[in-house]
């Protein structure tokens, strides 16, 4: 079965301090990998994937197939990276723009 | 580029009523997904269409359905409505490639009352 599980609802850290919010995927193939936002009064919007290998606003997310995790980095977190964030993974069976995804980690940044 | 766009913004609906959403895409995505979006479920994937045609669908009874239009605009509907239908649907548009960046609506929040 496809799933997405992101063990965290809440992830409360200090500005400046290093973030990981967590993501583990179930899924027979090669899944593609996505981070999407959601700043407060804001649509959804995609952060990062992980065919892109980038680092958008300071965020990196590197796809482990061994540990079948595609966990969301930064270094120091800002206050303005407050959101709610998404995992979410699209695949060849799954067929086309189906995205499957996690429950979600409300990150909190706190001066 | 204008964005997303989903009509009405919100709606309030009785037990046993029937409901249409409207979406209309970033102009040149052909692409459509609809999404549920509860506190209890999350994110859902409700259908996707393409070119008029469902080519995608989810775990979804028969009273959700959908179409799109030849200008790639998308309606879902919701017939007999439950107390458990009440959540916040969006839409998103992409590209027709597929796995492209989907692009989401602000949503239609559906009570029903």
């Known amino acids: 079965a496809q799933r997405v599980t992101q063990p965290e609802k809440l992830l409360s850290v200090f500005k400046g301090a290093p973030v990981e919010l967590k993501c583990n995927y179930s899924y027979s193939g090669s899944p593609e990998l996505f981070w999407y936002v959601q700043y407060s009064r804001q649509r959804l919007q995609l952060l990062l994937r992980h065919i892109s290998r980038e680092s958008i606003k300071g965020f990196t997310a590197d796809l482990n197939k061994g540990e079948t995790s595609f966990h969301l980095k930064k270094p120091f977190a800002q206050e303005e990276d407050s959101a709610m964030y998404y995992c979410a993974l699209s695949g060849h069976s799954g067929g086309y723009n189906k995205l499957i995804f996690g429950a979600g980690t409300r990150l909190a940044v706190h001066p | 580029k204008a964005g997303v766009t989903q009509t009405p913004r919100y709606l309030i609906k009785t037990r046993g009523q029937q409901v249409t959403l409207s979406c209309s895409p970033i102009?040149?995505?052909?692409?459509v997904s609809w999404y549920q979006q509860t506190p209890g479920q999350g994110l859902q994937f409700l259908f996707e269409?393409?070119?008029?045609?469902?080519?995608n669908k989810g775990n979804f009874p028969g009273r959700f359905s959908g179409r799109q239009f030849s200008n790639s605009r998308s309606e879902m509907n919701v017939s007999t409505l439950e107390l458990g239908d009440s959540a916040l649907y969006l839409c998103?548009?992409?590209?027709?490639?597929?796995?492209?960046?989907?692009?989401f609506g602000p949503g239609t929040r559906l009570t029903v009352l």
């Open positions: 998103a548009s992409s590209r027709p490639a597929q796995n492209n960046e989907q692009f």
């Open positions: 102009s040149g995505h052909r692409s």
């Open positions: 269409y393409f070119s008029e045609t469902q080519r």
